[in-house]
């Protein structure tokens, strides 16, 4: 089972910029979508974007145009760019990967907006 470390969180203005990083303990090159999902205090944990294998991407509404995910194979890292940060970005942000049955997360990294 591949283990998923995640950085780049921390504290930042409303407005600002983050990129969050993903970096696999093998690799993620068969993986079928990796993918970034945040928690909200008192929420459920949604989807903030996701990366196929063959590079589809998928956003919600929510952070259309405001994030990019990407994925760097060889080096087994998968990437969250966010742009123009609003409060409501705040919560916990998990790596995901998905390989066929197989369901890995990340322990997370904290993103606080303040406005």
């Known amino acids: 089972q591949v283990q998923l470390v995640e950085s780049g969180g921390g504290l930042v203005q409303a407005g600002g910029s983050l990129r969050l990083s993903c970096v696999a303990s093998?690799?993620?090159?068969?993986?079928?979508?990796m993918g970034w999902y945040r928690q909200a205090p008192g929420k459920q944990r949604e989807l903030v974007a996701a990366?196929?294998?063959?590079?589809?991407?998928n956003y919600p509404d929510s952070v259309k145009g405001r994030c990019t995910i990407s994925r760097d194979n060889t080096k087994n890292t998968v990437y969250l760019q966010m742009s123009s940060l609003k409060s409501e970005d705040t919560g916990v942000y998990y790596c995901n990967g998905v390989l066929g049955t197989i369901n890995n997360w990340g322990q997370g990294t904290q993103v606080t907006v303040s406005s």
């Open positions: 990366i196929s294998r063959g590079g589809r991407t």
């Open positions: 093998r690799s993620i090159f068969a993986y079928d979508e």
